[in-house]
């Protein structure tokens, strides 16, 4: 080919350069055209980085327009409806139909094979409740006996997302949509930005292991900066970040290109360099150390309500924490359960594909957990991992959530067109990038009651599914009103799948399947190797 291109090259030169000296100087034009290819053909044989280029010069940079266009040809002329990945496409139309107040009804019956395993429906009742007498914003009271502000939350909130993760104008209308609908809008690890603030939408401050918006120059916390940050009225709730679905285990890294000025000065970091946040919290190094700090952490902030996010590792480090708690008397007011599904976090392909627990695992988990040692009661869940639908909530709340977050849903409701594009600085709508070419597309205005729009009618969706069960409260969804399709005869409720266990039965005799975990479970020390008592 390299050859071919050497002959072709030399013939096309000579031929258009002999045509526009002698027939017609119209020809330079084309003659150009042709120095110009050839000169990049001879660079593509000589350059070292490319394989197929070397190979076949100028015809090998098409493999690579190709692999650009392969995922949009794909999402637009391919996929079907129900194959769409991560978020399939009826999802996406039921975000993009309620944010803009479309029609989001479905026309000829359900696509999804009712017969295939996993396939999952909820049972309704033949004495379903009427939508009009049952509460059209249910809510839940985050708030323990060592919380002094406590906190009465949204059933759907929107997920951690960061000011530099996503644009100023995204912040902006999720935080003004917040505000209309009346629930509540994650910082994300990136700290308390000017745009989270501006349009007074309850926050859940979220602190990670970088401690952004309330860190010393060394890095590490800062009492003084939290205090004086936690205490503003826009700040409803602090959330302690431990690890994220979408990369559990791994830290975060802000590359020194995008440390801009304006960012430095949220996150008290010096503007132009790397700054890596460790995958650990270095304010805390054991379970009792974790508890610990949340009451500090509750103290610093005038009694607000202090929980804390995991995607669910090593059983066993759990059930230390929740050790941890029973010997110091000090529950979180909440605990945020994020699924491995999660996705708003970039992270390289082992961990996102391969590292933590699914929420609906993780879930049962915790909520077993936490009613087996009798001390749910001083603690709400919260649930996060794709969830974007009425039937992702009450899904969520058949294992135990009392209260849901959502990042994905919430960035397409602003307009995110899942172009998978958002860990390259180059987001086509303005959502998930701090170019200012790209955000000026996202109107703040338009967006904001976009939203709130996704929020109120998915909320209703939770309230309409509810009263086909027959139920009056989202509190009395149980496991048994959830049913998955295991084989072709086959189909169990998620009672029969994921057992429920009585308030306080672990006090008694713990089950054979935690066994391992209790024994391995230590108040003073993380790890799985470390063996731990435990006794009434």
Known sequence: MRRLFVLISTFALTATFCLSYFLNPNWYVVFGIVVVLTILGYYDMVQTKHSIMRIYPILGRLRFVMEDLRPKIYQYFIESDIDGRPINRIDRSTVYQRSKKENDTMPFGTQLDVYSEGYEWLCHSMAPRDFHSLEQDPRVVIGNKDCLKPYSCSIYNISAMSYGSLSSNAVEAMNAGAKIGGFAHNTGEGGLSPFHLKHGGDIIWQIGTGYFGCRKDDGNFDENLFSEKSRLDNVKMIELKISQGAKPGHGGILPAAKNTPEIAAIRHIQPYTLVASPPFHKAFDTPKGLITFIQKLRDLSGGKPVGFKLCIGHKSEFISICKAMIELDIYPDFITVDGAEGGTGAAPQEFSNYVGAPLLDGLDFVQNILTGLNIRKHIRLLASGKITSGFHIIRAMALGADACYSARAMMMAVGCIQALQCNTNKCPVGVATQDPKLSVGLVVEDKKQRVANFHKYTVESVVELMGASGLDHVKNITRSHIYRRISFQSMLTYEEIFPS????????????????????????????????????
């Open 501 to 536: 266990y009585e308030t306080g039965s672990f006090l008694k005799e713990i089950p054979r399947r935690y066994e391992l975990d209790f024994k391995y479970a230590n108040a003073d020390k993380w790890g799985f190797s470390n063996i731990g008592s435990w006794s009434n």
